[in-house]
């Protein structure tokens, strides 16, 4: 038996950490707050930067010897502070990527002093050459059209063309607006399919997944859809709450799920329009 196995613990990942062994994690995968001054319930996202910077190298330090040797880490990041962490990180592992996620936010409004942000950054690490990474369980399907402006005879039986893409190093995936299917009350939940995408391609079937911010539970979810196990902690108990009804809840089949969203993202178009039309260029 292994108690900690498919578990999320409702405490402090850095108190808790002893109770995964040296070795065991195929992936870790995390969200940490990024101390812009969200609210989580705790002080952990309004620290001084020298505080903030110290309190992440401890906790990179506790989490990576979790990690098999072919084990993979991928981080969200704010580009206020990613400079910093990737100095950290590559300091005790190989950086492969640094992957932009482009958040789909509107065009309306945004900052009047400097450009908006519209995008989180994501690092993806390896602790040796031999990691595991399966492209081919990522890669994105060529349309019809492109398909068909490939007809010719040189691409016949081209394997690039019947697998799909590589997703390359931007994500163009909207963030969870409030009448998202997938939303919950948690102020920065990340998209199923991001960290799928990423379970999928760092972590093997029946593999560990490991986050030590758990949030919403959004890691632990896609581990359990993609028949992948978790562990993890969170430190709100409010949030504890939210990723055990997410984990108990029946899964949506992914056609419903999709028209759900659909729906909603209609819905939310529609009530943007208005709000444009009365307010254009305003600032927030």
Request: aromatic fraction near 10%; glycine fraction near 6%.
């Amino acid at each position: 038996m292994t108690p900690w196995l498919d578990q999320v613990f409702c405490e402090d990942a850095l108190a808790g950490l002893a109770r995964i062994p040296d070795g065991s994690i195929d992936l870790v995968l995390t969200d940490p707050p990024y101390n812009l001054g969200k609210d989580y319930g705790n002080a952990s996202d309004r620290q001084s930067v020298e505080d903030y910077l110290a309190w992440t190298e401890r906790w990179i330090d506790a989490v990576l010897p979790k990690l098999k040797d072919n084990g993979s880490l991928y981080i969200f990041l704010t580009w206020r502070y990613a400079p910093e962490i990737f100095v950290m990180l590559k300091r005790r592992m190989t950086m492969m990527n640094e992957i932009i996620w482009d958040r789909r936010v509107p065009s309306m409004g945004g900052s009047t002093r400097s450009f908006s942000s519209v995008h989180d950054t994501i690092g993806f690490f390896v602790k040796r050459k031999d990691y595991y990474f399966d492209l081919d369980a990522v890669r994105i399907p060529y349309d019809a059209a492109t398909k068909k402006a490939r007809s010719r005879s040189i691409f016949v039986g081209a394997k690039w063309l019947e697998v799909g893409y590589n997703p390359k190093d931007l994500w163009s995936v909207s963030r969870l607006h409030r009448e998202h299917a997938e939303r919950v009350d948690h102020p920065t939940q990340k998209p199923l399919e991001i960290i799928e995408r990423m379970v999928k391609a760092s972590c093997p079937p029946g593999g560990v997944v490991l986050d030590p911010f758990m949030g919403s539970g959004t890691t632990a979810l896609a581990a359990k859809r993609l028949g992948r196990h978790y562990a993890g902690f969170e430190l709100n108990p409010a949030y504890c709450a939210i990723l055990e009804a997410r984990l108990a809840a029946p899964e949506v089949p992914p056609t419903l799920a999709k028209k759900r969203g659909a729906a909603a993202r209609r819905k939310a178009a529609a009530a943007a329009v208005p709000a444009a039309a009365a307010i254009p260029g305003e600032a927030t």
